[in-house]
């Protein structure tokens, strides 16, 4: 159990145009979701905190307005990147969190490379 | 954001060598995670601690929840080709925050 789904798992796209990512939990619901990002060599950075019915918490320094999140039920939810510039240019990774017997886990998607030309 | 302070950065050992790596913070956590990230791959949960000294084994990975709750330290046996990659620590604080904060990672490489 605990699989997390990502879409697509590679995009390519021009300069001033939006791609959406979308994070779904295939076995289990998910009223928390996190959108990482993450350089080369580097740690996971987050950048939002996705709940389920209401607005996403952006971390200090994430432009709300550039990163739309989305939680739109309780498996998924879609991060949306726009008005891309090729500094945005990295990879995604979406967790969701998972209610387990001692506590919570969280786990990740596969993660979804972003290339803006 | 805040990170863990994890050691070693990198490790280069040899086939059959036992590995060891930590994380340390200056709070107080109530849960640690340890995960295993591959190359253009989402980091996967290997081990989950919940309580201060919690020792729980994966097959040949332990991972230890430190009797401080400061700290915590995987433990990989007999290493293969196979371990590569890079071992992240998360630790989520008592402070009641459902955020996970995650050290930088220690990026492994096995020599066969």
């Known amino acids: 159990g605990a699989v997390v789904s990502q879409h697509p798992s590679r995009v390519i796209c021009k300069s001033g145009t939006s791609v959406k990512i979308e994070c779904r939990s295939l076995?289990?619901?998910?009223?928390?979701m996190f959108w990482y990002r993450q350089f080369p060599k580097q740690s996971l950075m987050l950048m939002a905190t996705s709940n389920e019915g209401s607005k996403a918490t952006y971390e200090q320094g994430v432009e709300k307005d550039k990163f739309l999140i989305n939680h739109a039920s309780l498996t998924l939810s879609t991060l949306t990147v726009t008005s891309a510039h090729p500094e945005d240019s990295s990879f995604y990774i979406c967790?969701?969190?998972?209610?387990?017997?001692?506590?919570?886990?969280?786990?990740f998607g596969p993660g979804t490379r972003l290339t803006v030309t | 954001g805040q990170q863990l302070n994890q050691s070693p950065q990198s490790m280069f050992i040899q086939e059959g060598e036992d590995v060891s790596m930590n994380c340390t913070s200056s709070?107080?956590?109530?849960?640690w995670l340890w995960y295993k990230q591959e190359p253009g791959e989402g980091p996967v949960l290997l081990i989950a601690?919940?309580?201060?000294?919690e020792l729980t084994s994966n097959g040949r990975l332990t991972a230890q929840f430190g009797i401080t709750r400061k700290d915590s330290f995987l433990n990989i046996s007999a290493s293969i080709p196979s371990d590569v990659g890079i071992y992240f620590c998360?630790?989520?604080?008592?402070?009641?925050?459902?955020?996970?904060?995650f050290g930088t990672g220690t990026r492994l490489k096995v020599l066969a």
């Open positions: 967790s969701a969190r998972a209610r387990r017997e001692r506590g919570y886990e969280q786990y």
């Open positions: 709070s107080i956590f109530n849960t």
């Open positions: 998360a630790g989520r604080d008592v402070s009641g925050t459902y955020k996970y904060i």
């Open positions: 601690l919940y309580k201060a000294g």
């Open positions: 076995d289990f619901q998910a009223t928390t």
